[in-house]
């Protein structure tokens, strides 16, 4: 079956517009999470989603960043007033939730460049 | 609060010979999983090796086995008979059970396999 999925690929900016980044997660998937991968750096959780249950927003670095989870599959990042700071590779990653663990399968990311 | 970390930040190694990358972590929780993750220049992050810290043997996958030092919160990854396609960012990543979003990455170490 097909994987995660991420759009776009690739986002250029400019400083103080809004931005738009797209997930779907694989069918099935009830778990689905944002991290933020900046130039050198591991990953960086932002957000949680599981089901219907209130997502886990612990990770945002600002109020300038959302996410939505619509019927609970596609997700979209929200970045509102870009900064040059919020360049870096976003990344989803989607998994089950049965037990203890269960594996995450991430997206291709995308490449948010802001000018 | 859980950290992790890779002193390595770049390693080479030759093509059929074996490499080991170092991690690190603290943490006061007894349970809980440790993983390395591949990421090649794709950016797509594929999960390596796992370990389940209430297991004392450690685990291998095929040419990857790791040396899991819970008394010395050490989490090594060797691996053997390396191949070109090998090359990638290797992340060690930790995550504390049933606490499905809070994965925590190292920086990462990039891995170069020379022919």
């Known amino acids: 079956g097909a994987g995660v999925s991420q759009s776009p690929s690739n986002k250029v900016t400019e400083k103080g517009k809004d931005v738009e980044l797209r997930c779907d997660p694989i069918?099935?998937?009830?778990?689905l999470y944002w991290y933020r991968q900046s130039l050198g750096q591991g990953l960086e959780f932002l957000i949680y989603?599981?089901?219907?249950?209130?997502?886990?927003k612990s990770g945002l670095p600002s109020d300038r960043f959302s996410a939505e989870r619509t019927g609970g599959s596609v997700s979209t990042l929200t970045i509102q007033r870009t900064q040059q700071e919020d360049s870096a590779v976003y990344l989803c990653?989607?998994?089950?939730?049965?037990?203890?663990?269960?594996?995450?399968?991430f997206g291709p990311g995308t490449r948010l460049t802001v000018l | 609060a859980q950290t992790v970390t890779q002193s390595q930040p770049e390693m080479s190694v030759q093509e059929a010979e074996t490499v080991t990358l170092s991690c690190t972590y603290d943490?006061?929780?007894?349970?809980?999983?440790l993983f390395w993750y591949k990421q090649p220049p794709s950016r797509q992050m594929i999960l390596v090796i796992r370990q389940e810290a209430y297991k004392q043997q450690n685990a291998t996958e095929n040419r990857f086995s790791v040396n899991f030092q819970k008394a010395a919160k050490s989490f090594s990854l060797k691996i053997s008979d390396s191949q070109l396609g090998d090359t990638a960012m290797y992340f060690c990543?930790?995550?504390?059970?049933?606490?499905?979003?809070?994965?925590?990455f190292g920086s990462g170490t990039k891995l170069n396999v020379k022919p």
């Open positions: 069918s099935g998937h009830t778990a």
């Open positions: 943490t006061s929780e007894s349970n809980y999983y």
């Open positions: 990543a930790f995550m504390k059970s049933y606490n499905f979003n809070k994965f925590y």
């Open positions: 989603f599981q089901g219907n249950s209130a997502p886990d």
């Open positions: 990653a989607s998994s089950t939730r049965q037990g203890d663990y269960n594996e995450q399968f």
